[in-house]
């Protein structure tokens, strides 16, 4: 398994071109059908990874697999975030290794390190691409990791886990029991054959249902790039140690806004509510809002929360370093006729509009008001702790 010097420059020639004009084109050629497949792939995979995983993207020797591998991979920026989890950690096994890109990440930051997975091709794939990216720790097994995990007689320091969120029929699948592996099933062997289990799920998964289904959680972190949520990642540890949730939200600079909370933190928390709006406003990011720190957000920055379920916070002084989106308020009103065309006015038909806890959705609200996306007003509509419909009109700090 190589890439020739000729292959690394007619995909690195056709990067940009379209797939499915070129997959035409190289069928009218001499070409077999398993080469022009590898092929598509590899510049496929390229143009995932130039976003995804730059470091290897500047590696011109990477091979990459069929697209669904790519799908479910981790970032480069989530993978590296993880290398956090296996500090000073001796021995790492990953049961579900597939593409290799948090196995990579993770077993440069241990000792010694095992990558298990059940396709073949996978796993020579990998083998190749971790030799080009010069990790010399690893250990390659071609089985299942229930199988291998069954199998162990001795324990591991980490064990990390990617279960795959496609049925056999390749549809989606959301459920812990519907993924492979069955962390349901498997939890116990977890348990007793490491000190520590890292568990990637995807951010569609309901936390509550985690905690009831899942032993021994002693972490919950929800991981988000840009304030969008890309990963929740359960630690399993062998015994019962209070839950503490990590927020998580790496930025495009590099930064973190990182907050924590415990259950005990979240229901004890004392805050206010409000019906009159302060001078700035605060949103706080996707991560926080995911993981449920309602009023805890709240009492550790200490400012008012506009009703139970609307998730926007205010106060008179501006919090330079809150973990969310923070706004100076212009003014906030009924949202009548009269004063809707006031804001279309003053601010050329154009505002980038939210909702939160509010009967009417954005696209709906943008179809009866004709605003526009833009320009450097933001509306958010919403409902304060008395019941009344609000908008506030305000700018981003």
Known sequence: MIISEADKEFIRNNESVDIFKL??????????????????????????????????????????????????????????????????????????????????????????????????????????????????????????????????????????????RRDTKGKKVFRIADCSPNIIEIQEDLIQKASKTIIKFSPMLDISIALREVNNISEIHVVSVDNECKELILIISKSKDPLIYHTINIKGDGGMDIFRFSNTQEQESIIQYTNIICKYLYEPNASILKAGAFKSIAEHFNILKLNPNSHLYTSDTLIENFPGRCFEVKKYFNPSKKNIKELSNANSNKANISVRNYPFSVSEIRKSTKLKDGGETYIFATTLNSGQKIWIECRKV
């Open 23 to 164: 997959a035409l084109q190289l069928n009218k050629s001499d070409y077999s059908k398993e080469y022009i497949d590898f092929i598509i792939n590899q510049i496929s995979g390229r143009n995932v990874s130039k976003k995804k995983i730059e470091s290897w993207y500047n590696n011109e020797d990477i091979i990459y697999p069929p697209h669904l591998s790519m799908e479910q991979s981790s970032s480069e920026t989530t993978a590296k975030y993880k290398t956090h989890f296996i500090e000073d950690s001796n021995s790492l096994l990953d049961l579900t290794g597939g593409l290799g890109v948090d196995f990579y990440f993770l077993a440069s930051s241990a000792k010694q390190a095992t990558y298990v997975e059940q396709n073949e091709m996978l796993c020579k794939i990998a083998n190749y691409n971790f030799k080009a990216l010069n990790l010399n720790n690893y250990l390659i097994i071609n089985k299942s990791g229930e199988e291998y995990l069954r199998s162990m007689q001795s324990t591991v320091d980490v064990i990390y886990i990617d279960p795959s």
